[in-house]
């Protein structure tokens, strides 16, 4: 019997304390110093460390992975699909960080001769499969009759086809496009806002540097006034990591975190595709963790305004479990695609609409690049010969695979997330004063 390559064990931040887990096994364990020193020294009860799954025979032990690896496998070809449209990439605000800036708006406009070839292609291509759609940008929502119309029209066959809809705005026409939206199948509605006021204004102006603020707070209110969800995001670095302190406040006092239908979500502004200005300002992910450790320790109230997830920390905490085992944290063309208005097809919303990255068309006619469809579906941590060796492989999934591909010139790669940072972090803001679904133990 050897100690299973998947245990993580690691001290919890500003405690004496160890966290003990193991995702392929499901176990999960708050250690002691004592007890910690005697795992460490290898002093500890055989039967309860074999039966928690963190004393293993290896044979067993790639057994159990072959086995939950097909598990996966099933699940997700059964997972609901979520299929992206940008019907432009234009977009109203001249955002600090966007990284579409460089993209090209070509010389067509979104037709419902389109838009009927894409849900005629979607409704053979992913025929039998749950799924939704999301229209995302560019911005979406843009003001002036024909935008509105062809998106009443895109809206109509969401209706037509039974499909659901999701829809990441900024937010700023919002209230202009709720008596059509209110027709579809909602899910929610994305909206960004990166702060109060002053600091929101400075990131995320319109072209000309107009403020967006105001509008983009009455478009929530309207928005949850009508009974549909708001799932607010936050794009951090180190320019606006602070406010979100006030920001907290903010959404508290507006009454937003009290109503069910209103979630949040904090994004990390990083260099996607191509290099920012002020590249200083950005966080890598362990220093925005870090950093939102630090604020709610300080300031707990951010807490009600979003649990960050200090990788599967908050999971654990919210659900008594742990998820089951990652093989692939990589969305694309596996429960992702994105598609756009000039007719072509791609893997995910960080490769649409960047040149190169297209895998075949819809319109005017049906191409598949069929050699990199199959490269993208058959990434995942069996595939990335840096984790087969990891501990935590199982977590971090093998990251993003547009991120790796960047980076190191291939999808065949890893975007590693610090796991083990995170998880210091995190058990030490949601497990180091409440042990809900954790337990002390391995105690001799």
Not at 26 to 54: H, Q, R, S, V
Not at 176 to 190: F, H, M, P, V
Not at 284 to 309: D, G, T, V
Request: proline share 2%; aromatic share 12%.
């Amino acid at each position: 019997m050897v100690l299973s390559k998947y245990n993580v064990f690691t001290k919890i931040r500003n405690s004496e304390n160890y966290l003990l887990l193991n995702i392929l096994s499901g176990n999960a364990d708050i250690l002691d110093p004592d007890t910690a020193k005697n795992f460490i020294n290898k002093n500890y009860d055989i039967n309860e460390m074999t039966e928690k799954g963190y004393l293993v025979n290896p044979e067993d032990e790639n057994k159990l992975f072959n086995s939950k690896y097909l598990d996966f496998i099933d699940n997700r070809d059964n997972e609901e699909i979520q299929i992206f449209f940008v019907p432009q990439y234009l977009c109203n605000f001249n955002c600090s960080y966007c990284y579409q800036d460089e993209y090209t708006n070509q010389n067509s406009t979104l037709t419902k001769e389109i838009i009927n070839s894409f849900f005629n292609y979607i409704k053979s291509e992913f025929a039998g499969r749950k799924k939704y759609i999301t229209l995302f940008g560019g911005e979406p929502l843009l003001s002036g009759n024909s935008n509105k119309e062809i998106i009443k029209y895109f809206i109509q066959k969401t209706i037509e086809y039974n499909l659901d809809l999701a829809v990441v705005t900024n937010g700023y026409t919002l209230t202009e496009y709720l008596d059509i939206l209110k027709k579809a199948r909602l899910r929610e509605i994305q909206i960004t806002l990166d702060g109060t006021q002053e600091i929101h204004n400075s990131r995320r102006m319109l072209k000309g540097g107009k403020g967006t603020f105001n509008k983009i707070i009455e478009g929530i209110d309207a928005t949850l006034e009508m009974g549909i969800s708001v799932n607010l995001r936050v794009v951090l670095d180190k320019d606006n990591i602070e406010n979100l302190t006030e920001l907290s406040d903010f959404a508290i006092d507006k009454g937003w975190t009290k109503n069910i239908l209103f979630k949040t979500q904090l994004g990390r502004n990083y260099e996607l595709h191509h290099c920012q200005k002020g590249t200083s300002v950005l966080f890598s992910r362990i220093e925005m963790y870090e950093s939102l450790y630090k604020l709610i320790q300080e300031h707990p109230q951010i807490i009600e305004f979003h649990k960050p997830a200090f990788s599967i920390a908050s999971f654990l905490y919210e659900n008594g479990e742990l998820p089951d085992p990652l093989f692939d944290a990589c969305t694309g063309t596996t429960t992702e695609w994105a598609f756009d208005y000039t007719g072509n097809i791609y893997s995910c919303t960080a490769t649409v609409g960047k040149s190169g990255e297209e895998l075949g068309t819809f319109y005017p006619e049906i191409t598949k690049k069929q050699d990199l469809i199959d490269e993208w579906e058959e990434r995942d941590i069996t595939s990335i010969k840096e984790c087969k060796n990891c501990s935590v492989q199982l977590i971090c999934g093998g990251g993003c695979a547009s991120v790796a591909k960047n980076e190191n010139g291939t999808i065949f790669s890893t975007d590693c997330r610090p796991v083990e940072n995170l998880l210091e972090l995190g058990s030490s803001i949601y497990f180091e004063n409440n042990n809900k679904g954790i337990t002390k133990c391995l105690e001799k």
